[in-house]
């Protein structure tokens, strides 16, 4: 491993020193081991892509995009292109981009959320107001759009503008929702479906690159991964060790709920229990955020019934689903490291 894959691993060690075992710090370093010098230089790529005349431009999308974030989707993008055996140097931009955007949607949700903290420190939006949040997550997406443009790779910029709209019609789709106190699974999907998988299955799909007869493989590893990821993320919301302060999601525990967002295990536990659907029914349509007390009750009620588990089963069946996905791909280290991201992502306690 280079000197600068060296340092990149450090840092990222740093930022994900809450790994929950051995086993998982095990992960970690066999990727990085395969990948560090990629992601040192997507690194550089992501530091140069923030560069502004305006000098407040990277001071606010620095603020947050190098913050200590797990740099998944990157390490995502260089495992899958190394699997794939696709060492065009637009791999790199293609990593960097991945972050950028996901940076980019962070500063818009602490927006819409009112966010306080990310990454454990004040977000952008309360450092710098909300509009400055706002123009700087667009400035985020229009030099990603730049940066891929520069690719000169048609499928790359087709296959990122059709990601962004997916991504936005998620937000959107999700914001809409909120406070709606009707079970709907179907719903919960879509919303996963753009809002967080559109984008890794972008990242490890690498763009769509890699040989035709492999991207749709590494496409619906990325989607499963996405589910995966997010419900994985839903149940740490409502995980009770987490009630100390924020975990890796970025967010405070039990703040999905609060907001009014039904997540799948508030789903499942209201599924299960018609009287706690009524009582989280009353509390959506009281006043938003709901009141502490209300979310904190609310909050109990869901850990006291199974949703917690159900929610965990049902994340691993998509890392499963995954991990099967990849049987397309040749056998390789880097094949069998994004099998254990996928058995991580499910099985991280923070």
């Given at each position: 491993m280079s000197e600068l894959a060296r340092d990149f691993a450090m840092s990222t060690a740093a930022a994900v020193a809450v790994a929950p075992s051995p086993a998982a710090a095990a992960v970690l370093h066999d990727a990085l081991g395969l990948v560090g010098d990629d992601l040192a230089l997507a690194e550089r790529e992501l530091a140069r892509l923030l560069e502004s005349p305006v000098a407040v431009i990277p001071d606010v999308g620095g603020h947050l995009a190098f913050a200590g974030g797990k740099r998944f989707r990157p390490l995502l993008t260089s495992l899958c292109a190394l699997a794939a055996e696709y060492r065009e140097p637009s791999r790199i931009t293609?990593?960097?981009?991945?972050?950028?955007?996901?940076?980019?949607?962070?500063?818009?949700?602490?927006?819409?959320?009112?966010?306080?903290f990310r990454r454990g420190r004040p977000t952008a939006r309360r450092k710098w107001g909300n509009g400055m949040a706002v123009l700087v997550g667009d400035y985020c997406l229009a030099r990603a759009l730049q940066a891929v443009g520069a690719t000169g790779e048609i499928a790359a910029i087709r296959s990122m503008s059709d990601t962004v709209v997916r991504m936005a019609e998620g937000e959107v789709a999700q914001l809409e929702a909120c406070g709606d106190h009707t079970l709907d699974r179907e719903r919960y999907a879509m919303v996963i479906d753009r809002k967080t998988a559109a984008l890794v299955a972008w990242c490890s799909s690498v763009a769509g690159l890699p040989d035709a007869r492999l991207v749709g493989a590494l496409q619906r590893y990325g989607t499963e991964l996405g589910f995966a990821f997010q419900i994985a993320d839903d149940v740490l919301d409502f995980h009770p060790a987490a009630a100390s302060g924020p975990g890796e999601t970025g967010?405070?525990?039990?703040?999905?709920?609060?907001?009014?967002?039904?997540?799948?295990?508030?789903?499942?536990?209201?599924?299960?229990?018609?009287?706690?659907?009524?009582?989280?029914?009353?509390?959506?349509?009281?006043?938003?955020?709901?009141?502490?007390?209300?979310?904190?009750?609310?909050?109990?009620?869901v850990v006291a019934t199974d949703a917690l588990a159900r929610a965990s089963r049902i994340a691993l069946q998509h890392a499963d689903r995954a991990c099967e996905a990849l049987a397309a791909l040749p056998s390789s280290r880097a094949r069998s490291a994004l099998e254990h991201v996928a058995s991580y992502v499910v099985r991280r306690n923070r």
């Open positions: 293609i990593a960097a981009v991945g972050e950028l955007l996901h940076t980019a949607t962070l500063l818009h949700d602490d927006v819409i959320d009112r966010g306080e967010k405070e525990p039990g703040q999905d709920l609060r907001d009014g967002k039904l997540t799948l295990p508030l789903l499942l536990a209201c599924e299960a229990d018609p009287l706690l659907h009524a009582r989280m029914r009353a509390a959506m349509q009281g006043s938003s955020p709901m009141p502490a007390r209300t979310a904190e009750a609310l909050f109990d009620a």
